[in-house]
């Protein structure tokens, strides 16, 4: 017997709405119809321009094409990010993308690195990561067999249109107006129908919300409740702005912390994306807006946005039958550029293990409880930036240094401490190499690591290690200049255009 189609509805047409949209009809067109709703009186919050690299699976996931996408949104490329004040004032680090050295069965690379250290001649851990080099250098692009971890810079608004284009093209229907009402079920309490301000009525049997902040549905409408994770992640609000590009892009990120909190810095194709991410409570609107705009290198293209947020998921990010993705389901911070990731993974699991029956608890329950591994997994690695500071310049930073930790974080940093070990689980995001990069550029130096690399002959494991630098500053040598390939880029797409 066929079941009948399931009508899922997506509330909101941000980068979250557009998203889950693309992916369910691309995926699932057979089995599903999709409506989305959104309205363009209220628009989208208009940030979220940084990117990790599973957005180039899930763009395979949906079937967008590289150069269709860096065309339309005028991307760069992204090969991580760059950490400036964080640990002390005046410091530097990168956590980059990619794996840094080469690790063995028994251990990893970092082990080989601490004892190469000990001995006077290992350098700095970010010398083996191809991705790191590049960055510095201004370089991307294939080199040889070498393939580098990349995620992209993107403007927010043009990738939500492109989105919209490609699933609107595979057969969602968009509905424009304002969600003036939400019907629910008398008994079960399940959401049944949006009413929009123009009285049409929008009934499904799947909802989701990406109505962003106001979480509309599954807030606002089934009173799910928040976590408040802003005792470890006080930063409340934020300014944005855009400028003229002066230069050309670097492909990376820049995260320079200051007193109160930190800057973003997102070179795309045609403009800058800015940002100040800062504490309400050390720092005032007015001061923030201007050490933003006093830290601009272009005119800025218009008045900086305030933006205000507060750490923290919804207790159930899946109530019901309404599934909440994007800001509607929460935001744990800005910094490591996550939540457009957070979107990604929720969708393909939704894709992956969509509710066909009548009675989904058992998924809605298993759902929520990978989602929160995943969040808390996210929340841990951001703490880790601030918690570890050695600044004392500011009350901020002191407060930070001397604040509880999320005891999962506390573990972790201790493992490292003791031993040198760090882990991925599975569903775990972050890499051993991210959190070694990002540990050891916090200034958390293990007390001990594997003894594997001390058995080997000092002259040994000094060649190793020169031949893996060898091979990356070779490598980065090879590589086109990141405006170059973006140039590249640019002429393919008009060549194909052409024939
Ligand atoms: C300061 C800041 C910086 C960020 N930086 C990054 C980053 O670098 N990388 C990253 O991955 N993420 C970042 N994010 C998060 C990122 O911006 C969001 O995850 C992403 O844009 C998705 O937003 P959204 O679609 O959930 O919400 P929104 O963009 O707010 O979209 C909400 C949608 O709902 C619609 N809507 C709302 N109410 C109604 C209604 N009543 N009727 C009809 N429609 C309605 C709106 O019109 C809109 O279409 C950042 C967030 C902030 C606050």
């Known amino acids: 017997m066929n079941t009948p189609r399931k009508r899922v509805v997506v509330a909101g047409g941000g980068t979250a709405g557009w998203l889950a949209a693309t992916a369910l009809v691309r995926q699932l067109s057979g089995l599903i119809d999709v409506t989305l709703v959104e309205s363009e009186e209220i628009g989208t919050v208009g940030v979220g321009e940084s990117t990790i690299p599973t957005i180039r699976t899930f763009h395979e996931f949906i079937g967008v094409q590289e150069n269709d996408f860096v065309r339309a949104t005028h991307a760069t490329f992204k090969l991580g990010i760059g950490f400036e004040n964080w640990d002390r004032l005046g410091d530097h680090y990168f956590h980059p993308f990619g794996s840094v050295g080469r690790s063995t069965f028994v251990a990893d690379f970092q082990h080989f690195w601490l004892e190469g250290r000990k001995a006077g001649f290992g350098g700095d851990y970010g010398d083996y990561s191809l991705e790191q080099q590049a960055a510095m250098a201004g370089r991307f692009g294939a080199s040889g067999d070498n393939s580098l971890g990349y995620a992209y810079h993107l403007d927010a608004s043009a990738y939500a ?33 949006l009413v929009l301000a123009s009285g049409e009525r929008i009934e499904g049997d799947l909802f989701i919300d990406c109505t962003g902040f106001r979480g509309l549905l599954i807030e606002q409408t089934l009173k799910t409740g928040f976590e408040d994770w802003s005792h470890w992640l006080p930063t409340d609000s934020a300014f944005a702005v855009q400028s003229e590009a002066t230069g050309d892009p670097v492909p990376y990120t820049r995260a320079i912390a200051h007193g109160e909190g930190w800057r973003w810095r997102i070179p795309l194709q045609h403009r800058v994306g800015n940002g100040i991410v800062y504490d309400s409570n050390f720092l005032s609107d007015g001061e923030a807006r201007d050490r933003l705009l006093q830290s601009l290198d272009g005119p800025p293209l218009f008045e900086p946005r305030l933006l205000r947020f507060t750490a923290g998921m919804r207790k159930r990010v899946w109530n019901r039958n309404c599934l909440s993705l994007g800001l509607a389901s929460g935001f744990v911070e800005p910094l490591e550029s996550t939540s457009i990731h957070l979107v990604m993974v929720a969708v393909t699991w939704l894709i992956q293990n969509f509710p066909f029956g009548p009675d989904n608890t058992a998924v809605a329950d298993w759902f929520n409880a990978r989602s929160r591994h995943e969040w808390e997994h996210v ?23 001397a604040a509880a930790i999320p005891d999962s974080l506390a573990a972790r940093i201790q493992l490292f401490r003791e031993a040198a070990i760090a882990y991925q689980s599975q569903d775990d995001l972050f890499r051993v190499d991210s959190w070694v990069a990002v540990l050891i550029g916090q200034g958390v130096w293990p007390e001990r690591h594997h003894q594997l690399p001390a058995m080997l002959p000092k002259p040994q494991l000094q060649a190793a290690l020169n031949d893996l630098r060898r091979n990356i500053v070779g490598a980065v040598e090879r590589m086109p200049s990141h405006a170059a390939r973006l140039a590249q880029i640019a002429d393919e797409t008009r060549e194909r255009e052409v024939l």
């Open 379 to 401: 929340r841990d690695f951001i703490v880790l930036h601030y918690a570890m500071t050695h600044r004392d310049d500011t009350a901020f930073w002191r407060e930070r240094a």
């Open 161 to 193: 249109r492109f989105l919209r284009g490609v699933a609107e093209g595979a057969g969602a229907r968009r509905v424009e107006g304002r969600i003036a009402s939400v019907e629910q079920d008398g008994e079960s309490g399940d959401i049944t129908a």
